[in-house]
């Protein structure tokens, strides 16, 4: 399996709602991100997790809240949010060592209205 | 703070003719990637350059880098409409948390 999985492809969700998005990888990869990206613009890292924990939070709302359950699965709990966040959100996972790339899920499309 | 800028931005060129799309990147970087994406699509990787001077070509396309200029090329031979898409230059630290740090992009558009 060299893919990454993202789940649900399409969000829409309104602004008192709670939902959350699903990343799995099964690549024996130890860190994972999750990106979000708005239109034409590059995406933008949000957290990493390193084996399990969480490494780097680049200032991101609490109203996002990252999970790393187990070393396959990344979840993205979404609370109260502003229709500001509508973006695709993307997860990536790598091997976390020199030259090991990166491998990108498809992604989720998140409207909030 | 590592900064990567890649010009040009926006570029629409005839099939069947090259060009070039630059990246340069503000610190010393451990890696350097290329990335297509379709619109409303996920990041499709194209090439992974570690090493000055190192060249990986696929297709039409191939990748350049030098790491004393610390710029890297993507050139386009012969272009074809199936090319049309949104490059992504991007480098990584392994200091830094091995995070990923993107260009702007450059939107190709390629004529009939």
Request: charged residues 20%.
């Amino acid at each position: 399996d060299t893919e990454v999985t993202q789940t649900p492809k399409h969000l829409v969700m309104g602004m008192t709602n709670k939902k959350s998005l699903k990343c799995e990888q099964h690549m024996g990869h130890r860190a994972m991100y999750w990106y979000k990206q708005k239109a034409k613009k590059p995406p933008e890292l949000m957290f990493v997790y390193s084996y399990e924990k969480l490494s780097i939070n680049e200032s991101v709302p609490s109203r996002f809240s990252p999970e790393c359950p187990n070393s396959s699965l990344l979840n993205l709990h979404l609370h109260a949010l502003q229709p500001e966040d509508s973006a695709l959100y993307l997860c990536a996972s790598s091997l976390g060592s020199l030259g090991s790339g990166y491998t990108f899920g498809s992604g989720t499309r998140l409207t909030v209205v | 703070e590592l900064k990567v800028e890649q010009n040009p931005l926006f570029l629409s060129m005839q099939e069947g003719k090259n060009y070039t799309i630059y990246c340069n990147y503000s610190t010393t970087s451990d890696r350097l990637y290329w990335y297509r994406q379709d619109p409303g699509k996920s990041l499709e990787s194209l090439f992974v350059l570690l090493s000055n001077g190192a060249v990986k070509q696929e297709g039409r396309l191939m990748a350049s880098l030098d790491t004393k200029a610390r710029l890297s090329t993507l050139h386009i031979t012969a272009a074809v409409h199936d090319l049309s898409a949104t490059y992504f230059c991007a480098v990584d630290k392994e200091t830094s948390g091995s995070r990923l740090t993107f260009g702007e992009g450059t939107q190709l558009t390629v004529n009939p």
